[in-house]
């Protein structure tokens, strides 16, 4: 979750716990 501290990394390691596989999947 850290190398994605981009767009979508910003705002999906504030919630990463459960959005994780939401972030992975949608990029």
Not at 21 to 27: K, M
């Amino acid at each position: 979750m850290l190398a994605k501290q981009n767009g979508e990394g910003s705002r999906s390691r504030a919630n990463s716990s459960g959005s994780r596989g939401q972030e992975e999947g949608s990029a």
